[in-house]
């Protein structure tokens, strides 16, 4: 009887080597810096990304800041489903007493659009979250956000803003500040955020626009508008952004050639980023 307790329990400890040896398999494996913890398929891939948010971070900060963020009392979590389309994330944030709480992030697609598109998007977000404190206004931060994506993510929501202007189906800016919640027509909601958050940082630089939308969501957006661009109100501001773009934008816009590209949204019932778009 003690033998065959002893046979069954080498048995058991063999398979309970197997099941763990195979753990790392069905998990993926991870990677962790400073300030990112990432679960990838790989550990080549997991460290690349968790690399690249960090380079990102610092740049992305920069750019709006003028600084860079002090590091995170707790990494950021990123998860990367590695796909054979293009690029998406999601982003969610826990605010309290004006400060992010928690946040974590997924990205997907191939991994060379994760890294151009995805990841300095969603890494974004991030930014801004710190920087306010709890919730941007989404036409901002989607917008903004879209500006730290490659050229060619750029130059396909150039595109969508001049067809959604072309066929009258943009909203006022007055309705456009007051979203609070993603609409059905993502895309036509990304192309306007996008080209008037362009707009708005072409004419008075990034910083400047980070305290407008600030002091809009504090003061009002006229007074936000006349205090910062020196136009009236919201009304006049929509007809200098309107006659920016059928000058600017217009014209820049090269033919669609470079392929239909998808970056999918998926807004969530918590203060989140949709994926990517």
């Not at 300030?35 to 790989?42: L, Y």
């Not at 957006?221 to 773009?245: F, I, K, P």
Request: hydrophobic residues 40%; aromatic residues 8%; proline residues 5%.
């Amino acid at each position: 009887m003690e033998a065959h307790r002893d046979q069954l329990a080498r048995r058991l400890g063999g398979i309970a080597t197997m099941v763990l040896g195979c753990v790392p398999l069905l998990c993926g494996a991870s990677f962790r810096t400073g300030n990112f913890v990432v679960e990838a398929p790989t550990q080549s891939i997991a460290r690349t990304v968790a690399e690249h948010a960090e380079t990102e971070r610092v740049n992305i900060a920069r750019a709006w800041l003028g600084r860079e963020l002090p590091a995170w009392t707790t990494p950021c979590p990123i998860r990367v489903k590695v796909t054979s389309g293009e690029a998406g994330g999601l982003t969610s944030f826990g605010f309290n007493n004006g400060r992010v709480t928690d946040q974590s992030m997924v990205v997907e697609g191939r991994l060379d659009r994760i890294l151009a598109s995805a990841l300095p998007h969603e890494i974004t977000h991030t930014i801004f979250a710190a920087y306010f404190g709890g919730p941007m206004p989404r036409w901002a931060d989607e917008g903004a956000a879209l500006l730290s994506e490659d050229q060619r993510e750029r130059r396909r929501h150039d595109q969508i803003a001049v067809d959604l202007l072309a066929r009258r189906g943009e909203v006022s800016l007055v309705r456009l500040f007051r979203i609070e919640e993603y609409p059905k027509d993502l895309m036509s909601f990304y192309g306007q955020g996008y080209s008037i958050s362009r707009f708005l940082i072409e004419i008075g630089g990034r910083p400047r626009f980070l305290r407008f939308v600030r002091d809009g969501l504090e003061s009002g957006w006229d007074s936000a508008t006349l205090n910062h661009y020196g136009l009236a109100d919201v009304r006049e501001l929509d007809r200098a952004w309107r006659s920016w773009h059928r000058v600017t934008l217009t014209a820049s816009v090269p033919d669609r050639d470079e392929g239909e590209l998808v970056y999918r949204d998926q807004p969530g019932d918590t203060e989140e980023q949709p994926p990517g778009r």
